[in-house]
């Protein structure tokens, strides 16, 4: 066989779309197959944080970088992606939890994040749509948010006209060894490229078992709760410090309620569905945070799948024993972190190396279990 | 109380559900009945406040011996009435989440019979958006619910027998009709569909009762033509009626009507099949049942398995339909549950029903249009919460060849309160006609509420302790 | 719309129906005689402007539309509450909202 060029990537998310765009950018053939739509499984329904404060140290630094991509999204995608700076407050509601976010608070601002502090009536004070039940809070103006909905037909549109091929409802079949190529086989084409990427997120384990990876991911079912417009109430996006809890307020008026509370749902099904009682849970403490909540009509829920690592952190690099193949999966945050990941993999991919280290996301970690 | 049992649900008190619980209670089986209005009757046994008095020389054109005696079902003690209850999701089956002013809960019920009627379909137009336009069934519920009219000097529009119902129920109430506006032509077409029609044969005396007092009134019954704008600063002023042509579109030429109250518009009902596409059921698009409705057997039972449908939340069909589905569906649980003489009454509903049902096809035939009307201009609002006019779809429609979740997102129709109740149809037809592509009816499944709820319903149900999201960062 | 005056309000009203007792609810900040029982939609609209909200973006006119509780068109500002459809709101004493002014 002759040996060919390009890329094929194997997932239409935000984190494939943007390595595709970076690798288009660099004059590389590319090719993305997704089993489905693209942009439509955890990049379209997640509530559209941008957080630097709630992530894990590890990587705060690739977050600082892929803000920056995400401040000029409007030269990046050539469209308003809804980005706005909220700035984000990071909150404790008992003596444990104040506890908990000192600690984060001292690791994050000893990593160079610039953080205030805030406790008892300053908390009010400072944002006064919050209830007494916020002792403290840690507040990040780099902490922002976008809109998923908007980002999907931006990036999209990019990509295609950047020469990018996108092929959904097109599941992978096979994935074969052609001498120096890659062919892989869907329903109804073949594709044949030098590269492979898989960046299909939940449905990443088995497609790297093909090539020889035991790469584990565990399956969130999250939930949203979308309210009507209403007064503008919030300004900052807020986050629980034990992750149980975000809330914003959007452009539009309307209230965003995240926080990981699981749904139900399967992978190999795809049923995915809202739990009754977790997402009422989500949404008491909604409103114990911010009461204003309390009059608001409820519009919609859903629920998004999201594929997990072990120790919450990407999946990004080689994939070890199979030359040219590579991962970029499951980054919990993956939609705050896409632009900048998808720099690092491009260049991984057509340079063998990136500026920073993505060894602590080395997608082996858990090969042996 | 947060937690109800009973042992068949009626989701909806207007004409269907009433006469469910009528039945049931005849067959000694007990109901709850809830709806989310605060006054039961639905639309066409829509009641007025109990604080209002009315004198036998009322002016109001309702069929209120019949709306009293099914209401009356609800004085039954083996029956049940919450009012201002909105089910709003199924969490799991024969568990219904209910939803009231500041409180909810859930019910719990073997079967439950869904009749959740129908709303106004949608047909935008230039200026439709303004104040003075209203539905036809907006009207018929400020009259026989609120004991007023929305004008004095009134247009009435549109397709479809509503209409008629409309212009006579004015003409009643003392509001001068200045005209109906018919796009089909009913006059011609009812002959060839009289059969059809003659199995429901009180809806033709109804209708001719109609034309008759129009006529007398003086009141012009103009078929083949349509309204093409409503126009007026803050609020309606006038309107102007153009003739539809021989590929039925509108002609250039328009007639002017002034000093117009109000202009009430009627293109037909679709069907509220928003808890059925919540729960799951097989669902399917039928044109003359007026949309997306759910896919029963014999018996009426969705595919959702105890949950029944009827009425015309199930498939536009009219008041006698409704009444009789209702009924059957009842009979048909009650023989489920092995109570005696239920399965001979349910084979003699459905029986009637079958007799009834060509009435539907005959309605369609009767009110037809020679080609779908389009009546938007490129400035219309076409999604009216988040409006969205019919140029900024197109044009987001061929951005993105026509894929129909990607416009949604870029444009939000269909996102706002109404949920995509008077727009997904008409968007979905306008992305579909401007770029060629093949738009399927509505993905099935919608996600819960099925309508709004008030959050303070949700704070109070005793619930399992949380089983808390692990402790990561996201 | 003047206030208290029941003139206006009788002209839409039909005849032959005797409608509840007063309760007056403050429109504006000018009180307005509606009936017991009655919507919040109708006691608007048998006494004054059509218009009872503007749009958040294209700020245009938006007034009553299909009755039921569907459409939200007709969504009133209710001092203290927020946005409410009038259509399901029943009148009660001290109820205070506010509408876009007009000329009528």
Redesign the interface.
């Known amino acids: 066989m002759q040996p060919s060029n390009g890329t094929t990537v194997i997932g239409a998310g935000s984190l494939g779309l943007f390595a595709s765009l970076w690798l288009a950018r660099r004059g590389e053939r590319v090719t993305v197959l997704d089993k489905g739509?693209p942009m439509?499984e955890a990049s379209?329904v997640n509530a559209g944080?941008l957080?630097v404060q709630?992530?894990?140290l590890p990587?705060v630094p690739w977050t600082v970088a892929a803000l920056e991509h995400w401040a000029t999204a409007q030269d990046l995608v050539g469209a308003d992606v809804g980005f706005s700076r909220t700035g984000g407050l990071r909150i404790a509601t008992d003596e444990r939890e104040v506890a908990l976010l000192r600690t984060g608070f001292q690791a994050q601002s000893d990593a160079g994040i610039k953080l205030e502090w805030f406790e008892g009536d300053e908390v009010r004070a400072r944002a006064p749509y919050l209830s007494p039940d916020v002792r403290a809070a840690s507040y990040c103006a780099s902490d922002c948010v976008a809109d998923p909905?908007?980002l999907?037909?931006a990036l999209?549109?990019t990509v295609q006209d950047l020469g990018v091929t996108i092929k959904p409802s097109s599941e992978v079949q096979s994935i074969e060894r052609c001498g120096e190529s890659f062919l892989v086989r869907t329903g109804d084409e073949e594709v044949v490229s030098r590269r492979l990427l898989v960046a299909a997120g939940a449905w990443s384990q088995p497609l790297c078992a093909r090539l020889g990876l035991h790469m584990p991911v565990a399956l969130d079912v999250n939930m949203v709760s979308v309210?009507?417009?209403r007064q503008r109430a919030m300004t900052e996006v807020v986050?629980h410090v034990?992750?149980?809890l975000?809330l914003k307020q959007v452009a539009?008026g309307t209230f965003l309620i995240g926080?990981?509370?699981?749904g139900v749902g399967d992978l190999k099904s795809g049923h995915k569905d809202?739990?009754?009682?977790?997402s009422?849970?989500n949404?008491?403490l909604a409103?114990r945070i911010v009461p204003e909540?309390?009059?608001?009509?409820?519009?919609?829920?859903?629920a998004g799948f999201e594929g997990?690592s072990p120790d919450?952190l990407p999946y990004a690099g080689r994939i070890p024993g199979a030359e040219n193949a590579y991962v970029l999966a499951c980054a919990?945050?993956g939609w705050t972190l896409a632009p900048e990941l998808g720099r690092a993999m491009a260049g991984l991919m057509l340079d063998g190396r990136t500026d920073v280290s993505l060894d602590r996301f080395r997608p082996e970690r858990y090969a042996n279990g | 109380m947060s937690r109800i049992e009973t042992p068949v649900l009626v989701i909806g008190a207007g004409p269907a559900g009433l006469a469910a619980a009528r039945t049931l209670s005849r067959f000694g089986v007990a109901c709850l009945v809830v709806d989310?209005?605060?006054r039961a009757g639905g639309?066409y046994f829509r009641q007025?406040?109990?604080?209002?008095?009315?004198?036998?020389?009322?002016?109001?054109a309702r069929d209120q011996q019949r709306a009293e005696d099914y209401l009356s079902a609800l004085s039954d003690p083996l029956v049940k009435y919450r009012p201002g209850c909105t089910v709003w999701?199924m969490?799991e089956p024969g568990v219904f989440?209910f939803a009231e002013e500041s409180s909810g809960g859930r019910i719990l019920a073997e079967h439950a019979i869904v009749a959740a009627g129908a709303?106004?379909a949608p047909r935008p137009f230039p200026g439709w958006?303004?104040?003075?336009?209203?539905?036809a069934?907006?009207?018929?519920?400020?009259?026989k619910?609120?004991?007023?009219?929305?004008?004095?000097r009134v247009v009435v529009a549109g397709n479809g027998p509503l209409t008629l119902v409309v212009a006579y129920s004015l003409r009643m109430?003392?509001s001068e009709v200045l005209a109906v506006i018919e796009a089909g032509r009913p006059s011609r077409h009812a002959w060839a569909a009289l059969p059809g029609l003659l199995r429901i044969p009180k809806v033709i005396g109804l209708a001719a009762k109609y034309r008759l007092a129009l006529l007398r009134a003086g009141t012009p019954f103009i078929e083949g033509s349509v309204v093409t704008r409503a126009h007026g600063s803050?609020?309606?002023q006038g309107v102007e009626v153009s003739p539809l042509d021989a590929r039925g579109q509108p002609q250039q030429k328009s007639q002017p009507f002034d000093d117009v109250d109000a202009l009430v518009i009627g293109y037909g009902l679709a069907p509220?099949s928003e808890f059925f596409r919540v729960i799951g059921c097989e669902m399917r698009d039928d044109e003359v049942l007026g949309g997306l409705v759910p896919v029963r057997s014999g018996d009426l039972e969705t595919s959702a398995g105890g949950v029944y449908a009827v009425g015309d939340g199930a498939g536009i069909g009219g008041v006698e339909i409704a009444l009789l589905e209702g009924s059957g569906a009842a009979a048909a649980i009650a023989a489920r549950r092995g109570v005696d003489g239920a399965a001979p009454e349910r084979d003699r509903l459905f029986a009637k029903l079958r007799r009834a049902e060509p009435f539907r096809a005959s309605l369609h035939r009767t009110y037809r249009l020679q080609a779908p009307l389009d009546l938007a201009t490129t400035e219309t609002i076409v999604c009216?919460?988040?409006?969205v006019t019919q140029q900024q779809l197109v044009t987001t429609a061929r951005?993105?060849n026509g894929?129909i979740?990607?416009v949604k997102?870029?444009t939000?129709f269909s996102m706002?309160?109404?949920?995509g109740?008077?727009c997904a149809r008409t968007c979905r037809a306008i992305v579909a006609s401007a770029t060629g592509a093949v738009v399927p009816p509505s993905a099935p499944r919608m996600?819960?509420?099925a309508?709004?709820?008030?959050?303070?319903a949700?704070?109070d149900?005793p619930?399992?302790p949380?089983?808390?999201?692990?402790?990561?960062?996201? | 719309m003047a206030e208290g005056d029941r003139t206006e309000n009788r002209?839409?009203?039909?005849?032959?129906?005797?409608?509840?007792?007063d309760v007056v609810i403050e429109v504006n900040g000018r009180h307005l005689i509606a009936?017991?029982?009655?919507?919040l939609?109708?006691a608007l609209?048998?006494t004054g402007?059509?218009?009872?909200r503007a749009?958040?973006?294209?700020h245009?006119?938006?007034?009553?539309?299909?009755?039921?509780?569907?459409?939200?068109?007709c969504?009133v500002d209710v001092v203290g509450t927020g946005l409410r459809r009038s259509?399901?709101l029943?009148v009660f004493e001290g109820l205070r909202v506010r509408v876009?002014e007009?000329d009528?």
């Open positions: 739509t439509r379209g944080s957080g709630n992530k894990l990587l909905l908007r999907a037909p999209l549109r309210t009507e417009p986050t034990r992750g149980i975000t539009n926080g990981g509370w699981q809202v739990a009754y009682e977790s009422l849970h949404i008491r409103t909540l309390k009059s608001a009509m409820l519009v919609r829920q859903w997990v919450s919990r945050g | 989310d209005n605060a639309q007025l406040p109990a604080s209002f008095k009315v004198r036998p020389d009322a002016r109001l999701s969490p989440a709303s106004d958006t303004l104040p003075g336009v209203i539905a069934g907006g009207c018929l519920n400020l009259i619910g609120q004991a007023m009219v929305p004008g004095r109430a003392g803050d609020r309606l509220s009216r919460c988040e409006e951005s993105f894929d979740e990607l997102f870029a939000r706002g309160r109404c949920q109740r008077n996600r819960p509420p309508r709004l709820i008030p959050i303070s949700l704070l149900e619930l399992l949380p089983r808390e999201p692990d402790q990561v960062s996201l | 002209r839409l009203d039909i005849a032959g129906v005797e409608r509840g007792s009936c017991e029982g009655e919507s939609a109708a609209m048998r402007p059509a218009a009872m749009t958040s973006k294209r245009e006119p938006r007034g009553y539309y299909c009755g039921m509780g569907v459409c939200h068109e969504l259509c399901q029943i876009p007009s009528r």
